[in-house]
T-cell receptor, first 112, second 115 residues
Framework: AQSVTQLDSHVSVSEGTPVLLRCNYS??????LFWYVQHPNKGLQLLLK??????LVKGINGFEAEFKKSETSFHLTKPSAHMSDAAEYFC??????????FGTGTRLQVFP | ETGVTQSPTHLIKTRGQQVTLRCSSQSGHNTVSWYQQALGQGPQFIFQ???????GRGNFPPRFSGLQFPNYSSELNVNALELDDSALYLCASSPLQGRSTDTQYFGPGTRLTVL
């Protein structure tokens, strides 16, 4: 069965500093992995997705993630945080259909 | 702008009642999935519909049911509401069926409170 584990429930950074949100996955086959962001009172927005092409995936708003099979990780990074990045972030794995399996989320706080 | 809309935005019901939530998918999207997001949790898959047929179900009891219509709209029905059904209900549409690489586009959700 597929699953994801988000290693931090909360991450706090200062504006302009790097962001690292950690995610490990478990999958019995080559997975499709996603990062979604959820701003308060808004729906989920896709940041990026990995589908067995390039292992370094670039997404919207300067985010990127690297698929590391040996470490079963798919960490999300951004070089410089912006106040508008404050939100809940979900690491997601897709099963062999397109049922999405979400992690428990990481709340990102950005301080000025 | 994803083009997925949901109604109503908020809803308050009492235990034992029935509720219908609605979703309008993006035009051309044949697949709709429904998710339940409890407070402080990640969304959980309820079920998926493809071309008006149920196409996969998560660990939810039969009192959760759905319909999909030819005009890209869909419904989630919940009977005999329980307090634990209080959550944000999200629908998501995607253009094709059964491909794990497809992007799903989410609506803003319906916040259901059961008293």
């Amino acid at each position: 069965a597929q699953s994801v584990t988000q290693l931090d429930s909360h991450v706090s950074v200062s504006e302009g500093t790097p962001v690292l949100l950690r995610c490990n996955y478990s999958s019995s086959y080559s997975p499709s992995l996603f990062w979604y962001v959820q701003h308060p009172n808004k729906g989920l927005q896709l940041l990026l997705k990995y589908t067995s092409a390039a292992t370094l995936v670039k997404g919207i708003n300067g985010f990127e993630a690297e698929f590391k099979k040996s470490e079963t990780s798919f960490h999300l990074t951004k070089p410089s945080a912006h106040m508008s990045d404050a939100a809940e972030y979900f690491c997601v794995v897709s099963d062999y259909t397109d049922k999405l399996i979400f992690g428990t989320g990481t709340r990102l706080q950005v301080f000025p | 702008e994803t083009g997925v809309t949901q109604s109503p935005t908020h809803l308050i019901k009492t235990r034992g009642q029935q509720v219908t939530l609605r979703c309008s998918s993006q035009s051309g999207h044949n697949t709709v999935s429904w998710y339940q997001q409890a407070l402080g949790q990640g969304p959980q898959f309820i079920f998926q519909y493809y071309r008006e047929e149920e196409n996969g179900r998560g660990n939810f009891p039969p009192r959760f049911s759905g319909l999909q219509f030819p005009n890209y709209s869909s419904e989630l029905n919940v009977n005999a509401l329980e307090l634990d059904d209080s959550a944000l209900y999200l629908c998501a549409s995607s253009p094709l069926q059964g491909r794990s690489t497809d992007t799903q586009y989410f609506g803003p959700g319906t916040r259901l409170t059961v008293l």
